[in-house]
T-cell receptor, first 115, second 115 residues
Framework: SQQGEEDPQALSIQEGENATMNCSYK?????LQWYRQNSGRGLVHLIL?????REKHSGRLRVTLDTSKKSSSLLITASRAADTASYFC???????????????FGQGTILTVHP | SAVISQKPSRDICQRGTSLTIQCQVD?????MFWYRQQPGQSLTLIAT?????????ESGFVIDKFPISRPNLTFSTLTVSNMSPEDSSIYLC????????????FGNGTRLTVT
């Protein structure tokens, strides 16, 4: 799992199927963020879940956070070919000031959605 | 959210030379960061670009190799000096706006190949 392993490292599915990616972290966090990266381009923020939240939805995305297990999952429902990308979770280094912008990224999951 | 323009988008450089990457934001931001993504890897924070003062570098990164400027709240440059093939990476500018529990926004990155 991320921070640093990702589970799985690569995922290949058919359009319409659901994709689940997992992330684990090692330290206490204020929030956990998921990003998408298409073909080595810049990262796009998908969703941020705060440490006092257990689940969050955004469109076809569902993120869960289990602080007792220090883990998070990203579920993409009804996947599309356009969802093909690398997905990263990230956590702030610490609390206060610039620490919130200093993110530790996991190794990422490469998702391939076949049409 | 902020619109970040990063240039060049890619470059191929000879070893021993230097490349300066520019990051322009369409609004004032308090926090700007530079990340590196080596081939097939996740993102690693290089430094925090501080407006009007020296950048704050992460462990493993030094000013002589990666000098950073930030003359105002909307612009920063990262120079990769005396390049070697090991510097081949994607370099990403990112900014943070708003409250502390808010995500980073990334530029599209600069894909650097050193031959």
């Amino acid at each position: 799992s991320q921070q640093g392993e990702e589970d799985p490292q690569a995922l290949s599915i058919q359009e319409g199927e659901n994709a689940t990616m997992n992330c684990s972290y090692k330290t206490s966090i204020n929030n956990l963020q998921w990003y998408r990266q298409n073909s080595g381009r810049g990262l796009v923020h998908l969703i941020l879940i705060r440490s006092n939240e257990r689940e969050k939805h955004s469109g076809r995305l569902r993120v869960t956070l289990d602080t007792s297990k220090k883990s998070s999952s990203l579920l993409i429902t009804a996947s599309r070919a356009a969802d093909t990308a690398s997905y990263f979770c990230a956590t702030p280094r610490g609390a206060g000031g610039t620490s919130y912008g200093k993110l530790t990224f996991g190794q990422g999951t490469i998702l391939t959605v076949h049409p | 959210s902020a619109v970040i323009s990063q240039k060049p988008s890619r470059d191929i450089c000879q070893r021993g030379t230097s490349l300066t990457i520019q990051c322009q934001v369409d609004s004032q931001v308090t926090m700007m960061f530079w990340y590196r993504q080596q081939p097939g890897q996740s993102l690693t924070l290089i430094a925090t670009a501080n407006q009007g003062s020296e950048a704050t570098y992460e462990s493993g990164f030094v000013i002589d190799k990666f000098p950073i400027s930030r003359p105002n709240l909307t612009f920063s440059t990262l120079t990769v000096s005396n390049m070697s093939p090991e510097d081949s990476s994607i370099y990403l500018c990112s900014v943070k706006q708003g409250e502390l529990n808010s995500p980073l926004h990334f530029g599209n990155g600069t894909r650097l190949t050193v031959t």
